[in-house]
Nanobody, 129 residues
Framework: QVQLVESGGGSVQAGGSLRLSCVNS????????MAWFRQFPGMARGTVIS??????????TYKDTVKGRFTISQDNAKNTLYLQMNDLKTEDTARYYC????????????????????WGQGTQVNISS
């Protein structure tokens, strides 16, 4: 079983940076897509928005609200997915989740990347003004 564990969240001021990590501590993942999602305060449980994805061929996509500020990457040797977040804004405050799956379309641009099979527990990011 794939087991994803996120870390790296915290509280920073607007304009700052954070790097989130997502380690797969379980069995080997054979899917084609890994992605980061976020859930804003007050959103219904289970409602998440895709913000960045990476296909196994290395193709990355981003939702427009984070494009140019966030970078998704992975280190296969370490079984780790990253999200480098720069120029953080107060509206980036959310709980961030990583996910992995075998999907037909590994794209985060719409915010509605569906079909992910495995999820982490999330890490909280708080941005203050």
């Amino acid at each position: 079983q794939v087991q994803l564990v996120e870390s790296g969240g915290g509280s920073v001021q607007a304009g700052g940076s954070l790097r989130l990590s997502c380690v797969n501590s379980g069995s080997t993942f054979f899917g084609n897509c890994m992605a980061w999602f976020r859930q804003f305060p007050g959103m219904a449980r289970g409602t998440v928005i895709s913000i960045a994805s990476i296909h196994k061929d290395g193709t990355t996509t981003y939702k427009d609200t984070v494009k140019g500020r966030f970078t998704i990457s992975q280190d296969n040797a370490k079984n780790t997915l990253y999200l480098q977040m720069n120029d953080l804004k107060t509206e980036d405050t959310a709980r961030y989740y990583c996910a992995a799956g075998a999907v037909a379309g590994c794209t985060a641009e719409s915010g509605q990347l569906n079909g992910m099979d495995f999820w982490g527990q999330g890490t909280q990011v708080n941005i203050s003004s």
